[in-house]
C-alpha cells in the first residue's frame, strides 16, 4: 500500500515557466512533509519542508502549498530553470524519529 | 565536514556472494536508516535503527541484514538471498532538534551491480 502518491512521474516544463507537483497521503499521523531534490548519481537533499499547521511556505523560488483536509501538499517551483532538472520526492513522517515514507518521484526537465 | 559518508560508490557482486556496504556518519543522529532506489519506484525502505544496538525491519528487508554497534557506523550487507540485489542504495540519517529533527540527511549513494 503507497502511503504517499505522487504525480505526476515526467514534467517537462520551458525555462521561465513554474512546474507544479503534487502528492497525496492517507495517514493522518503525518505530521512531517518534505520535498528532496535529487540530481543524477546524487543522494537526495532536502529542499523544502511543511508542517500542516501552516497552508504554504515559501523559500526563493519554491513554495509549498498545503491543503490538511484535503489531505494533499504540492510543489511549485516558480521561473523554473534548466538547473531545476532533477527527479524531486515528496515525503512524509510521523513523529519522533520515525522513517519517511517517499512517494515515487517526479522527473522534471526545463527545457530552454 | 559533517555529513553521511557511504563506500564504496560502485560495487559489483558476484551470484552467491554476500557484500556489505558502509555508512558511517559525523553529524551525532541517533537514527540512521537504509533505502533502496529503483528506476520509477521511489525510495523504499530496507532497515532503520533509532537507537545503539536496535534496529528494525523496513518494508523490503528480506535478503538484507544490518547491525548498529556505534551510534556512528550503520552498515548493510546485502546476502545471496537477495534475488534482484542490482539497484542504487542510499544511508540516510536523522535526529536534529524542533522543526529540523526530522529532517533526513542521505549520503551519495552505493550503486550495486551483480555481474
Known amino acids: ?112 | 565536514d559533517g555529513g553521511i559518508t557511504q563506500s564504496p560508490k560502485y560495487l559489483f557482486r558476484k551470484e552467491g556472494q554476500n557484500v556489505t556496504l558502509s555508512c558511517e556518519q559525523n553529524l551525532n543522529h541517533d537514527a540512521m536508516y537504509w533505502y533502496r532506489q529503483d528506476p520509477g519506484q521511489g525510495l523504499r525502505l530496507i532497515y532503520y535503527s533509532q537507537i545503539v544496538n536496535d534496529f528494525q525491519k523496513g518494508d523490503i528487508a528480506e535478503g538484507y541484514s544490518v547491525s548498529r554497534e556505534k551510534k556512528e557506523s550503520f552498515p548493510l550487507t546485502v546476502t545471496s538471498a537477495q534475488k534482484n540485489p542490482t539497484a542504487f542504495y542510499l544511508c540516510a540519517s536523522s535526529g536534529g532538534v524542533g522543526f529540523g529533527r526530522a529532517e533526513a540527511f542521505f549520503g551519495q549513494g552505493t550503486r550495486l551491480t551483480v555481474v
Not at chain 1, 535529487?38 to 491543503?67: C, H, M, Y
Not at chain 1, 484535503?70 to 515525503?91: E, N, R, V
Open chain 1, 1 to 112: 500500500q503507497q502511503q504517499v502518491k505522487q504525480s505526476p512521474q515526467s514534467l517537462i516544463v520551458q525555462k521561465g515557466g513554474i512546474s507544479i507537483i503534487n502528492c497525496a497521503y492517507e495517514n493522518t499521523a503525518f505530521d512531517y512533509f518534505p520535498w528532496y531534490q535529487q540530481f543524477p548519481g546524487k543522494g537526495p537533499a532536502l529542499l523544502i519542508a511543511i508542517r500542516p499547521d501552516v497552508s504554504e511556505k515559501k523559500e526563493g523560488r519554491f513554495t509549498i502549498s498545503f491543503n490538511k483536509s484535503a489531505k494533499q501538499f504540492s510543489l511549485h517551483i516558480m521561473d523554473s530553470q534548466p538547473g531545476d532538472s532533477a527527479t524531486y520526492f515528496c515525503a512524509a513522517s510521523s513523529p519522533g524519529n520515525t522513517p519517511l515514507v517517499f512517494g515515487k518521484g517526479t522527473r522534471l526537465s526545463v527545457i530552454a
